[in-house]
């Protein structure tokens, strides 16, 4: 049975980019039954390539900036923090013991999990570059 969770993840999602050097687009995942993302075990969880630097990062840091509006925002700027605000609220009512991972350095994979109601991890991954 699909989990709810990850429908109301994809439709927050629909068209929001990640907005760093590169503009990425999010992408729903879950891990398997009995996994657990903690920083020694995410970079294996998500194939990214072995020794990558991983970094674990507060969810609201994650977010705090692309949730504010800043007064130079023009009125597309302000509709996209808006998507991101609505973005933290489904996050935040869909899942539990939130947590984000920077995986690697320069070309950064990011994965936002939190825990479903059914006791599995589910969340986002997306793509960052960070010169």
Do not use: C
């Not at 994965?111 to 589910?122: D, P, Q, V």
């Amino acid at each position: 049975m699909a989990n709810p969770a990850l429908n109301l993840l994809r439709k927050a999602t629909k068209g929001l980019l990640y907005m760093s050097e590169k503009d990425a687009p999010f992408k729903v995942i879950e891990l398997k039954e009995g996994e657990t993302p903690t920083a020694a075990n995410i970079v294996e969880m998500l194939h990214a390539p072995a020794g990558s630097p991983v970094e674990e990062v507060t969810f609201g840091k994650f977010f705090g900036e692309l949730t504010k509006v800043q007064k130079w925002h023009a009125e597309d700027d302000k509709a996209v923090v808006r998507r991101y605000q609505d973005l933290v609220g489904v996050l935040r009512e869909t899942l539990t013991n939130l947590k984000v991972f920077k995986i690697g350095a320069v070309r950064v994979k990011i994965a936002i999990l939190g825990k479903t109601s059914s006791g599995t991890w589910a969340g986002l991954e997306t793509d960052a570059l960070e010169t």
